[in-house]
Structure formats: structure tokens, C-alpha cells
């Protein structure tokens, strides 16, 4: 049997009538926007089952049975999910094609057991006495429990009962482990992956569950958990909420994108459904042509505090890359969206959407709040902050309006902006003379690597180092690409997001400590050569910009660079003569 497409089983899906499918089978009654009728798979004269429309879903309150069309077929008549499509598909007139390999998904024993698993956990958050911690966790942040139970929630116990109900379901360790259910101890047995945390499923394009999030909701560390990437989990493919928050973007033809599980729900619950967030991660590219294939315009709906702004700017760029329309709506200090539609309900949450602004409009509101635009080192700065958003707008006429108005804003020739915004895609050079690197003086005290690891030791020693280090260094002038993803973690307070490579240099950073070395001594120095290295760039910029620049204009951008230049020197003593030996007599 021919494996089917994933843009087809969408298809069909949408194509369906999913109240007249399962009417065939329960006798349905209109009730508001969805219809009720007895259960089909628990029995009784209650009309406690629901259909659910407009999320493509059905729900019974009683047995908890759940799912969309394909899984009624599946529990109803008991089909496999290949034989469920077509017979979908058969009842709407979808065709099929014949393509793909042949024969059973070798992947289908995974998706059994991460289904079995979801079922099993779902099961304990219910009606266990273990949960009760969950069932507590989840009153306290106004979920009730009820919306808990719809939305597939479950809870993983701190015991071993997990290993032993998948053991009696005849799953074997085998398979657990390539599902990432469970973890191999050094001395080779097996144990539950999840443990003491409240589990979010998280499902496939095609509506299948294929891994989970965890938080903790006891003591613990790290404070989330997710599935490892697996054969069917790949979390910067996935997003959580997708397969049902897709048919809302269509319809309200723009997605919000938040930070975390809580995030979603809570406007979820409230009644805005076209909301979405990664999976513990900065937004990837494909995550991003996700989005684009449900909705045209963006709504990112991050933090407002200095990590949630990186973190939006980021996704920004992201996102623009694939020409989709990019806004920021701006939360209350201290706020996320699961406090501020606590507190103010869905129209509290409408309002700070409809104030939204375009993304580069955000970057530009910042800049001019702290004073950038006001001194010729401070528009460079800010150029080379909005740069980024210019050169990531993939589609010519919002590109062209970015340049436009950063021209305007900070006062640059718009050709001239137009050439620098070329040079560099992605902050990487190519070559041009307006981006080729000033040689760097090799100092005997500090190499540049050895700076950002000492910025990093400090930032590991905790407050008040951590703050210090955080107010005087962006995560981009991190150059060591380790560094940098322990950096911007610990920056987050967020270290699962470390890969294996960076974690370990975390690992071997945490090992090695000050070793009695003085910290203020250790911050001024590295401090200096990040500083140092800013201003390197800056003159590399203006070398670039000069012999572009109106003549009636040279005069002033040769004032800045030996200003640039004067500075650099007192940062660093020793770089006029270590600049002269690696490019003769014209530093200055």
C-alpha cells in the first residue's frame, strides 16, 4: 500500500463532514456551535458526546475518547490509519495518488507506542491519586480540569508503573527507546524519560501524536522536557498546537506565535484559536514555511523583557525569510499571555493584538527609545541592528519599504543603504570592501575566544556577575558559536535548550570556574576586548562607506573614524602598532 501525502490527507481532512461522518453513527443534536449525542464507545442515553465542528474533532466528557475523522474510524470500526484516509477520502471525492513507497510505514510501531503512551498518561492525570500534584499545579494556573482532559493532557509519575502498563501492553524496550519514552542508564536498564511532569502531546501536521513537553511540577530540574528527536519528532519541524490551530489561521488569515505550552492554551481557552509556539526553541526555517502554508501575516506575541525581544527578532527575521507579513504586539511589563487573558480575558488579549506594529517599525520604537539615533555612534549601532530585518525581507516591496524607512529614520542615503543591506546576507561578509574584516591585534593577555569564555565564567558565578555581564554584552558579539548558544541560554535561564556540543562546553565551563582568578579584573578586560572588537567593525564600516559617501560628506565620516579610531586605542593601547603591522601605516 502506497504511503499517502501529507498535503493530501490535509486535503481530506478539510474536505470532510465530520458531523455528517460520525451522524452516519450517533444521532446528533445541534447544541450552540457543536452537536451532542450518547457515546458510541462507552454507551449510556446521556448526550455526553460532542462533536466539534470547527475544530475538526469529536470529545466524549465521560470515557474521554478523542480525536478527528480518522481516528473515529480507527475506534469505531477499528481500521488502521492508511485504510481510515481512503475511506475519508472515498466519501469526499478525493483522489488519491498512487505514489510514494511501497508497502506498511516502517515508523508505524512508534506512532503506536507515543499513541499508547498519550492515552496511558492521559489516563493517570485523571484518576490517580499520584496526579493530584498535576491536578493542583494546573487549578492554581485556572485551567480547569475538564478543558485539561480535552486538550489530551496527561501526567508522567515519578514510579516505574510506566515501564510496567507498557510492558503489559506488549511494547518493547526497544521500541520505547527509539520513540523517546524512555532513556538507557550507563548500566543498560531502562527508565521512564518523563517523570513527575504535566505532559502536553504533541502531534504531527497529520494530527497524530508523536512526542511530548513536560513540566515539572514538583522539584526538579530542567523546568521542561521535551521528546528527543526521534524518526517521527523533530521539534524545530513541529509546532505545537498547528494541527488544530491551522483551520483558525485560515480563517482569521493571520497566526499568533507565543513562547510556551501555556501560552497557547490559555488563549485557546478563551476562545482565540489561530495560536502556535515552538518547541522550547528559537523558530527554525521550517518552522516557519509551516506557518506559511496556513496564514499570510504573523502576530509574534513574545515577552517583552530583553530575552523576549532577541527572541522576537530572531523569529522575525525567520519569518520574513519566507515573505510572510511580520507584526509585534507589545505585553504589559511583566506580562505573558497566559497571565494577561487570566486577567483580562480574550478582549484584553484582542486589544494588545490590534496595537500590533510591523516588526522593523518594533526594532526602530526601541532604537528611539534608548537614544540611538541622537550621535553618529549611535546610528551606527542602529543600523547595525535593523540591517538584519532589511536584508531577511524576502519580498522586494517590503524590502524596499524598510529601506525607505530606515533611510529616513537614520538619515542615510537610501542608495548607500541599499548597498550595504547587499553586501551581507545573514550577517555573514562576502567579500565587498564595506565588510572585510580589520585584522585583529593577537594580544598577550587576551585572546578573543578567551575573553567570551571569561564573560561566560563570570555569568556562571551568578548575580551580581550575570547581570553586569548581560547589561554590557549582546549575545551577538558572541563569536564562538558554542559560546554564543550557552550564552544566549543562560541569558534565557533556559540551558535545555543547549544541543550536546554546547551543553558540554557548558559542562566543561562549570568545571573549570574562576580558579581564584579576580572577577572584576577578569570583567574589565573582556569587557575591553568586546568593546575593542565593536570598534573594529565600526571602522571597517565607515572604510567601506567613505569612498561611497557625497564628497561634501567624507569630511565627517573621516572625523568619526579617527574618533572610532582614538577610542579603539584607549580600549586596546596597543593596536595602532599591531593594526600597522598587519596593514601597514593606515590606521588612521
Known sequence: MSLIPDDVIEQIRDAADIVGIIGEHVELKRTGSDYRGPCPFHGGAHRNFAVIPKKGMFYCFVCHEAGDVFTFFMKKLGMDYPTAVREVARRVGVTIPERGPTGPDPREPLFTAVATAADWFARQLRDTAAAEVARQYLT????????????????????????????????????????????????????????????????????RVV?????????????????????????????????????????????????????????????????????????????????????????????????GLRATFRAGD??????????VATLPPGEDPDTLVSAR???????????????????????????FFGSLPGRRRALDRLLPTIRAASDPITRELYISRVSEVAGIRKDVLEREAGTREGGRGTGSPSTQPVPRPSS??????????????????????????????????????????????????????????????????????LAGRAPDELFERAVNWIEARRLEREIAKLDG????????????????????????????????????????????
Not at 169 to 181: N, Y
Not at 185 to 203: A, E, K
Not at 279 to 304: F, M, N, W
Not at 463 to 490: G, M, Q, S
Request: glycine residues 8%; hydrophobic residues 40%; contains cysteine.
Open 140 to 207: 492554581a494556573r485556572h485551567v480547569e480540569l475538564e478543558q485539561a482532559y480535552q486538550l489530551g493532557l496527561g501526567y508522567a509519575p515519578k514510579d516505574r508503573s510506566f515501564l510496567d502498563a507498557m510492558k503489559g501492553l506488549g511494547l518493547r524496550d526497544e521500541v520505547l527507546l527509539e520513540a523517546g519514552l524512555v532513556v538507557k542508564r550507563d548500566d543498560g536498564t531502562v527508565g521512564s524519560r518523563f517523570r513527575g511532569r504535566l505532559l502536553f502531546p504533541i502531534h504531527d501536521v497529520r494530527a
Open 318 to 327: 525567520e519569518l520574513l525569510r519566507e515573505r510572510l507579513r511580520v507584526s
Open 444 to 513: 598577550p593577555v587576551l585572546l578573543p575566544s578567551s575573553a567570551e569564555k571569561s564573560l561566560l565564567l563570570l555569568v556562571l558565578e551568578g548575580e551580581p556577575w550575570k547581570a553586569r555581564v548581560l547589561e554590557a554584552v549582546d549575545p551577538e558579539e558572541i563569536e564562538f558559536p558554542p559560546y554564543r548558544a550557552v550564552f544566549e541560554a543562560l541569558a534565557e535561564d533556559a540551558p535545555e535548550r543547549l544541543d550536546e556540543t554546547a551543553a558540554r562546553a557548558c559542562e566543561l565551563l562549570k568545571a573549570e570556574g
Open 211 to 307: 512526542g511530548f513537553g513536560g513540566r515539572i511540577v514538583d522539584e526538579g530540574e530542567p523546568k521542561y522536557l521535551n521528546s528527543p528527536d526521534t524518526p517521527i519528532f523533530h521539534k524545530g519541524k513541529l509546532l505545537y498546537n498547528l494541527h488544530v490551530a491551522k483551520h483558525a489561521m485560515r480563517k482569521a488569515e493571520r497566526a499568533i506565535l507565543v513562547e510556551g505550552y501555556f501560552d497557547v492554551l490559555r488563549p485557546v481557552l478563551a476562545g482565540i484559536e489561530e495560536v502556535v509556539a515552538p518547541l522550547g526553541t528559537g523558530l527554525t526555517p521550517e518552522q516557519a514555511q509551516l506557518i506559511k502554508r496556513h496564514a499570510p501575516h504573523v502576530i509574534l506575541l513574545y515577552d517583552s523583557d530583553d530575552a
Open 545 to 588: 562607506l567613505i569612498p561611497l559617501a557625497a564628497p561634501e560628506e567624507q569630511p565627517e565620516l573621516l572625523a568619526e573614524k579617527r574618533r572610532v579610531f582614538d577610542a579603539l586605542r584607549v580600549k586596546y593601547p596597543r593596536y595602532k602598532i599591531a593594526a600597522r603591522r598587519g596593514r601597514g601605516a593606515s590606521g588612521t
Open 345 to 371: 480575558g480574550a478582549t484584553g488579549l484582542e486589544a494588545v493584538l490590534k496595537d500590533a506594529v510591523d516588526v522593523l517599525e518594533r526594532k526602530i520604537q526601541i532604537l528611539e527609545r534608548k537614544g
